[in-house]
Structures are given as structure tokens and as C-alpha cells.
């Protein structure tokens, strides 16, 4: 598979509650701290076919139809268990722990690697990335070009789509939606009918719940607890 298969090679930067994406090193201000700095392709190069040694599942021969795509059921080789469902092997990552159980599915360029695992009926798809050792499980989505890594959840009924982001160890749950270029991290809570949306950020210990709408380039941290109405 060629360089051509990763075009969103880029390295990532993450600071006071901001994150910044350079595509190259020439980018970065030449006075910058690159240790800062997370170079993505580390992540999504695991996705690339692996040689019959290093396998970690084969397909049942299983398949279910979907309006553009065809899934495939995995198994995982070393123990035979029978897993949930992607379009090609350049959905799972064939390193490190990451799975996709039950009747779970991923399609279109999305890609699942690091110790990340997609379960239940949730559906990964677009050019999403789940990674780290992300969950994303129930009947929750997650598409578009939206990244759930770290130890973000995302589950019940929930949404993540566009360019969103889940990562640290926050929790998406319930009929909750982040969508846009929203950033939910650190220990931050979204839940209930919740909406986080446009260039809006909820971090620190935050909770957003019940019919919030959290949005434009609002920010909600520390201790902040919003229940309803809007921000924005």
C-alpha cells in the first residue's frame, strides 16, 4: 500500500485547551517546542496490510450490504473470536489491541488502531479516526473527519461528526452531539440531549447536559456545569 493510501499525515499540536494541525515540520515557528508535538502518521501507518506473520484477523466470509459499501465479518486468529464487521483491512488496524466487536461496524476510510475498541451496534465511519485506547460502543456514531483518541468514550445514542474532537478522558454519552470543530477533552462530560458544536470548547471537569447548546467559540471548563439554554 502506498504513502498515497495516508493523506492526512500531519503533526499535532494540543495547548491551553487549543489544538493546531501542521502539515509539516516547516510550519511549526522555528522557536516552538517540537516535543510538543504528535505526529499522526505514527498512528495511521499501523493501518496499512499486514504480511501473513503479523495477521491479526481474517475475515468469516460474512458478509451485510449497505448503501455504499459492503462490510465484511472479522475473526481474530490467535483465539478464532468472531468480531464485528469492516469494509477492507484499511479500517483495523492489524497491531496493537484495537478490535471491533459484536455487531459494530466501520467503513469508508475510517481507520481504528492504537488499543481502541468500536462494540455494540456503533458505526464508524467517513474518514474518522478512533484510536489511543478510545471506546466507542452502544449505538453511538462517529464520522465525517471527527477524532475520539486517548481514553475518550463515546457511547449510548451519541454523535461525533464533522471535524470534532473527543480525546483525553471525556465521555460523550446519551443522545449527546459534538459536531463542527468542537474540542471535548480532560475530564469533561457531554451527556443527555447535549449539544457542543462550531469552534466551541468544554474541557477541564466540565459538564454540559440535559438541552444545552454549547456553541460559536464558547468555552466551558473547570467546575462548569451547564444544564440547559445556550452558550455560545
Do not use: C
Not at 501507518?45 to 449497505?66: H, L, M, P
Not at 447536559?209 to 467546575?223: F, H
Amino acid at each position: 500500500m502506498s504513502d498515497d493510501k495516508n493523506p492526512r499525515e500531519y503533526w499535532l499540536l494540543q495547548y491551553d485547551g487549543d489544538a493546531f494541525i501542521y502539515e509539516s515540520l516547516d510550519e511549526f515557528p522555528p522557536d516552538g517546542d517540537k516535543s510538543l508535538l504528535v505526529h499522526v502518521r505514527e498512528v495511521i501507518d499501523e493501518t496499512k496490510q499486514a504480511d501473513a506473520s503479523t495477521r491479526k484477523y481474517e475475515f468469516t466470509g460474512k458478509t451485510q450490504n449497505y448503501p455504499g459499501a459492503i462490510l465484511r465479518q472479522i475473526r481474530r486468529i490467535s483465539d478464532g473470536e468472531v468480531g464485528g464487521w469492516i469494509e477492507s483491512e484499511d479500517n483495523l488496524s492489524h497491531q496493537s489491541d484495537a478490535w471491533v466487536y459484536g455487531n459494530a461496524k466501520v467503513s469508508g476510510d475510517a481507520r481504528v488502531n492504537g488499543d481502541a475498541w468500536v462494540s455494540g451496534d456503533a458505526w464508524v465511519s467517513g474518514n474518522a479516526r478512533v484510536f489511543g485506547i478510545a471506546r466507542v460502543s452502544d449505538d453511538a456514531w462517529v464520522f465525517g473527519d471527527a477524532l475520539v483518541y486517548d481514553n475518550a468514550w463515546v457511547s449510548g445514542n451519541a454523535r461525533v461528526y464533522g471535524d470534532a474532537w473527543v480525546y483525553g478522558n471525556a465521555w460523550v454519552y446519551d443522545n449527546a452531539w459534538v459536531y463542527g470543530n468542537a474540542r471535548v477533552f480532560g475530564d469533561a462530560r457531554v451527556y443527555d440531549n447535549a449539544w457542543v458544536s462550531d469552534n466551541a470548547r468544554v474541557f477541564g471537569d466540565a459538564r454540559v447536559n440535559g438541552n444545552a447548546r454549547v456553541s460559536g467559540d464558547a468555552r466551558v471548563n473547570g467546575n462548569a456545569r451547564v444544564s440547559g439554554g445556550r452558550i455560545s
